[in-house]
T-cell receptor
Framework: DGGITQSPKYLFRKEGQNVTLSCEQN?????MYWYRQDPGQGLRLIYY???????QKGDIAEGYSVSREKKESFPLTVTSAQKNPTAFYLC?????????????FGSGTRLTVV | KQEVTQIPAALSVPEGENLVLNCSFT??????LQWFRQDPGKGLTSLLL?????REQTSGRLNASLDKSSGRSTLYIAASQPGDSATYLC???????????FGTGTSLTVIP
């Protein structure tokens, strides 16, 4: 079945540590996105990529980095510069940025600072 | 920037009731609007997507309408069931830019 796989489901980070969240899709979608979800707030865009080897900052990119070396993969690194990383992270994809079919989402990674 | 608001934030109804969830947005120059369902601790599941040229979309017991001029969309759920209990999110894509803008969601509880 086609879909988006996020791993791990739960992740714990120590202070000062970088961690990487995985997002893989087999939908042959060009565009991929990372969103952050906090309680009581809507999803906020961290980074997006329209095509391989290209990515753009979203509204809250500070303290995060991404890469897009393969069409199928869009990993997100939460760096030590991100002061409040505890949140639910969601990866999404679409055929292209202007797809009439909208987004498909993964099942999310819950990151907790310990 | 597009602001998306969903009211009410929480809703509790008895099983079998028909209900309406509301979504309003500030910029009427939208490309499309998508309704999602989110179960606790899970990702988002797409329910319905309405293109800017459309007035409504239907899927089973769900009907979504769009009124661009007034900046509103509604999600109508007929004959609600306990399995419908979840958070419902609407997301709007503008004619410019590459992202969807999300509302904060309506948490629905259907009581058996």
């Amino acid at each position: 079945d086609g879909g988006i796989t996020q791993s791990p489901k739960y992740l714990f980070r120590k202070e000062g540590q970088n961690v990487t969240l995985s997002c893989e899709q087999n939908l042959n979608h060009d565009a991929m996105y990372w969103y952050r979800q906090d309680p009581g707030q809507g999803l906020r865009l961290i980074y997006y990529s329209q095509i391989v080897n290209d990515f753009q900052k979203g509204d809250i990119a500070e303290g995060y980095s991404v890469s897009r070396e393969k069409k199928e993969s869009f990993p997100l690194t939460v760096t030590s510069a991100q002061k409040n990383p505890t949140a639910f992270y969601l990866c999404a994809s679409s055929i292209d940025p202007w797809s009439p079919y909208g987004y498909t989402f993964g099942s999310g990674t819950r990151l907790t600072v310990v | 920037k597009q602001e998306v608001t969903q009211i009410p934030a929480a809703l509790s109804v008895p099983e079998g009731e028909n209900l309406v969830l509301n979504c309003s947005f500030t910029d009427s120059a939208i490309y499309n609007l998508q309704w999602f369902r989110q179960d606790p601790g899970k990702g988002l599941t797409s329910l319905l997507l309405i293109q800017s040229s459309q007035r409504e979309q239907t899927s089973g017991r769900l009907n979504a309408s769009l009124d661009k001029s007034s900046g509103r969309s509604t999600l109508y759920i007929a004959a609600s069931q306990p399995g419908d209990s979840a958070t419902y999110l609407c997301a709007v894509k503008r004619n410019t830019g590459n992202q969807f803008y999300f509302g904060t969601g309506t948490s629905l509880t259907v009581i058996p």
